[in-house]
């Protein structure tokens, strides 16, 4: 078989494509890991239902308007694993060691004017006008009754708990998305783009402070899970053959509702998270 310059050419510049593409197929994955800093935004609706007293006349009263749970921010490890789907688009799965965020409570301005009525009466009778039974009568009498009597001293007790963490919540919150890288595959920097879908389980505990604020028995509290649509940008960097560093923001729509148990009350509240995750992670491509 007689075979020529050219054909021998060709030859050489088909294998030659040949391997070039078979190394870009084989770099298909991408792995990451790094921090990221979770700014949950996630401030409750007003909590509802009732409270304990620890006073035997009234054991609960109503929540009054404006109580609520603010989720804090929390830094936590990430990483996500990337499959290439051709040059510019690829799934990645992205998820993290879960982070448990404390959980503080904001009073409302009525348990604040309840606690300012309450000091004025421990002025005068003394701190533990509201928990001495001893003193009982005469603090009913300088409340005005005993349905303010009752107000007043819920009020007085809740508003020592403002701005303390009252519960932590554990979230465990995989993503899917779907990735638009921008510019060549040759390119060291690829910014990209991504929607898709997470998924969101809570896992609520009561504090040592949250249980002595409702000084009645065991807090048990239970939470709803929550899928709703993501988003994220960001950017990658390729300083080697397979080696990157990327840096990107991701929120995504996220609700659930929350029901807050003792042995007398029950309050409920419902949370609606637009978190914001900055993240900035190294990654390796193979």
Known sequence: MNITLSSTGKCAALCALTLVSASALAQTYTVKIGGGYIDPRATSSSLEGTLPTGFAGAPVVPLSEGNHLQVMPKSTVLFSVERSIDDHWGAELVLGFPPTHDVKLRVSDAIKAGAATAAQIKAGLGADAFTNPAKTSAAITAAGGATNYVKL???????QYDDVTVARVKQTAPTLFLNYKFLDATSALRPYIGVGVNYTNFKVTSTEAG????GDGPVRISSTDSIGLAFQMGANYKFDKNWLVSASWATAGVKNNVTI???LSEQTLSYRFHPSVFSLMVGYQY
Do not use: C, H, K
């Open 153 to 159: 001293r819920v009020a007085d007790n809740v508003n």
């Open 211 to 214: 249980n002595n604020l409702y």
């Open 261 to 263: 148990r003792t042995n």
